[in-house]
């Protein structure tokens, strides 16, 4: 606390004055900075209002983002399930398929071989008939 010299009618005036003077000062820095403090606090709450809608914006763009990755995994599994399902489906009749030409192709090599022996058989009947053509050639008289 500051002291004042007394004179005659009180305090000292040029004293008392001096320091008013400088309290008043000092108030008005004082004023002068909270003014700048709330004007910096409003702009800071006005910051902090647009980094919490950023925030909101930014959750709500990832709960968007993961609803739709949820969607295409789920999507994706079906397609990938519907694929395998087709793919079966296309390799049970490829192979009934191929059992069925390979059936085919052993009831036609069982005909071949039927109808070789059936041609050996005839060929070896027609050999031994000419042979026995040539052996009857013999046995005619010619004079």
Not at 13 to 20: I, L, R, T, W
Not at 22 to 31: G, L, P, S, T
Request: hydrophobic share 40%; proline share 0%; glycine share 0%.
């Amino acid at each position: 606390m500051k002291k004042f010299d007394r004179s005659l009618n009180g305090y000292n005036v040029m004293q008392v004055n001096a320091f008013v003077d400088d309290v008043v000062d000092k108030v008005d820095d004082m004023i002068t900075k909270m003014k700048q403090k709330d004007l910096e606090i409003d702009r800071l709450n006005k910051e902090l209002e647009h980094y919490k809608n950023m925030d909101a914006t930014l959750n709500r763009a990832v709960v968007v983002a993961e609803e739709a990755a949820s969607k295409y995994q789920t999507a994706a599994l079906n397609e990938s399930d519907l694929i395998v399902t087709e793919a079966k489906k296309n390799a049970n009749r490829i192979i009934n398929d191929a059992l069925i030409k390979a059936e085919k192709i052993e009831e036609d090599s069982a005909r071949l071989r039927r109808n070789i022996i059936t041609y050996k058989r005839r060929m070896r009947n027609l050999i031994e008939q000419q042979a026995e053509i040539v052996d009857d050639l013999d046995k005619i008289d010619i004079d």
